[in-house]
């Protein structure tokens, strides 16, 4: 479904991305791991959009989407939540996702028709699906981290991606909370039939969650590939695993 | 806006704007209006400032092409005079495109520096083309039909145009575009990757803006009978944002409170003395150290817990606007 190949970004004389190469499959979970630095969120901000690649390709469903500007990869079937939470922080929980549900929907530029009637069904679904109904009416800014980062995802869902790419979904959540956003994240793999892009620094989640997993380190991708060859792969083991 | 709680008292304020005309003097008149013209100008600059985000420096020169359209239509053609009353507007939308256009391509005080910059360019052609503007002349003497010939009924349609208007803002503010304009002040970043065009939506944005603005000249037109270049300089935009300020630019009718508190304050302590914007300043420097939000924000703030309990469908922040 995703193809993501020989992936090139520098900044400066910094090489954030130096070779990346990721592949994800239709219905799959992949996780790309690797140490801080190693280029996870620039190569997820590569994919949506928000950089240009210097070199590489990113291909969607057989198509080229290397150079669309992120509008667009969005309306391709793409979406992601954010690691650092990046919410609409002075509207309502269910403002938030209703942004993303007219724009999906292609209502956004509607311009004499009250959006408080509008897409209240398809809003408070995704809000009960993600356990944030019974705070629709809260002003997103005031509400607690981990249910931020939980509305971030809820955003991310009201284009109905085809492809959801997570940046660390549980940074900063407490351990009950990072359960139940694991337990989320299964669910709309599931329910859904989603296909869901991670990263995550947590290893018993990455272990738990995914079927697939890329490992990063200096901006490259040092393998990818299932659980067990993962874990036996003597390079990751030195550079990452063998760490912890 | 006709919801049950709020119809009432609109409904009596309207009446009392409606008969205030038979039993003031002239001159207050004249100044209530002069309000009304400047509060849609104040409002339709908050369109793009408070809500969209943007910094619309020069909001002015959509004001003065209103007007200069109108008045050249009035003069210089034997057009009727709502076709000049209609373009107004039309024209001051097409400059607002053509502005942002560019503008949008930029962010923050950039966006601020080239809109400065190519609303003085046209500033400087009205002020320098004699034959065809009158320069720093002006335009004066402009005869209205004699539908609008008193002052009483310039009021009553100054009054008429700026409720329409108020209305139509209103429901595009709530609106789908609304919302995501007011979404992408608050995080276009976000907006990009949920699939909304930032450019184009904030570009429609100052479309729509520059559209009132420009009604809002033709009002000043019909009010004033004349035109002058300084409607245009960037010193009365100036005074247009901070009249969004002063009121409050992240309410709906925030612009309206600044705007009859700067003119009144223009007209009755500028009788006394020339530099009344002396205490503008003061007022200014309080209002931005203990009301942030401005005036009417700081009001709504108050009301809040009340007004929460009112609200209802998933808006509590600037439900009243």
């Given amino acids: 479904m995703l193809q993501v190949e020989a992936v090139v970004k520098s900044f400066d004389d910094f090489m954030a991305v130096n070779g990346a190469n990721l592949r994800v499959g239709k219905g799959e979970i992949v996780a790309v791991i690797g140490p ?8 997820f901000n590569l994919i949506t959009g928000q950089f240009k690649p210097d070199r590489g390709k990113i291909i ?7 150079q669309l500007p992120p509008y667009q990869i969005c309306k391709k079937g793409i979406t992601r939540s954010f690691q650092i939470v990046n919410i609409f922080p002075r509207l309502t929980v269910f403002g938030n996702v209703q942004v993303a549900v007219l724009s999906h929907q292609g209502r956004s530029s509607n311009l004499f028709r009250p959006a408080q009637s509008l897409a209240v069904k398809e809003t408070k679904d995704i809000l009960e699906i993600v356990g944030l109904l019974d705070k629709e009416k809260n002003i997103a800014g005031s509400l607690s981290h981990g249910d931020q980062k939980i509305l971030e995802i809820a955003i991310a869902l009201g284009n109905e991606p085809e492809l959801l790419i997570l940046d660390e979904p549980t940074a900063g959540m407490s351990p009950e909370e990072t359960q139940a956003t694991i337990e989320l994240i299964k669910r709309l793999a599931q329910m859904r039939g989603l296909t869901i892009l991670f990263c995550e620094h947590d290893m018993d989640i990455v272990f738990s969650i995914a079927q697939s997993i890329m490992v990063m380190r200096h901006g490259q991708t040092i393998i990818q590939g299932g659980l067990e060859e993962v874990r036996s792969n003597k390079e990751v083991q030195e550079a990452y695993l063998g760490g912890e | 806006m006709i919801h049950s709680k709020w119809f009432w008292p609109t409904a009596s304020i309207f009446i009392l ?10 001159f207050y008149v004249y100044i209530l209006a002069l309000i009304y013209v400047t509060s849609l100008l104040a409002m339709s600059l908050n369109m793009v400032v408070g809500h969209g985000g943007m910094f619309q420096f020069h909001h002015g020169v959509f004001y003065g092409v209103g007007a200069y359209t109108a008045a050249l239509m009035l003069t210089k053609t034997s ?27 930029l962010t923050r005080l950039y966006f601020a520096m080239l809109q400065i910059s190519l609303g003085s360019l046209i500033w400087a052609i009205v002020y320098r083309w004699y034959s065809f503007t009158g320069g720093d002349d002006g335009i004066h003497g402009i005869r209205m039909p004699s539908l609008l010939s008193s002052l009483n009924s310039s009021y009553y349609f100054i009054l008429i145009i700026l409720v329409l208007c108020l209305i139509t803002m209103y429901m595009i503010l709530k609106s789908p575009f609304g919302n995501a304009l007011q979404a992408i002040r608050d995080n276009p970043q976000r907006c990009e990757a949920v699939g909304i065009n930032v450019r ?6 100052i479309v729509i803006a520059t559209f009132f603005a420009g009604a809002a000249g033709v009002l000043f037109v019909v009010l004033e009978r004349s035109v002058f270049a300084d409607l245009l300089f960037w010193v009365f935009s100036l005074e247009i944002f901070i009249m969004c300020l002063l009121g409050g630019w992240f309410t ?5 409170l600044g705007t009859a508190i700067i003119l009144t304050l223009r007209t009755f302590v500028g009788r006394y003395t020339e530099y009344w914007t002396l205490i503008l300043g003061i007022i200014l420097i309080l209002v931005i150290f203990f009301l942030p939000e401005g005036v009417m924000g700081y009001f709504q703030e108050i009301f809040k817990p009340r007004m929460k309990g009112m609200v209802q469908g998933g808006k509590t922040i600037d439900a009243a606007g």
């Fill in chain 2, 252 to 256: 709906f009718l925030g612009p309206i």
């Fill in chain 2, 200 to 205: 184009r939506y904030q570009l429609l944005g």
């Fill in chain 2, 17 to 26: 704007l409606l008969i205030l005309p038979l039993f003031v003097p002239r």
């Fill in chain 1, 60 to 66: 969607f469903k057989e198509e080229d989407i290397t």
């Fill in chain 1, 36 to 43: 801080n630095g190693a280029g996870k969120t620039t190569l």
């Fill in chain 2, 79 to 105: 057009m009727p005079m709502w076709i000049g009353f209609i373009a107004g507007p039309i024209v001051a939308a097409l400059i607002g495109l053509i502005i942002g256009w560019f503008c949008v391509r």
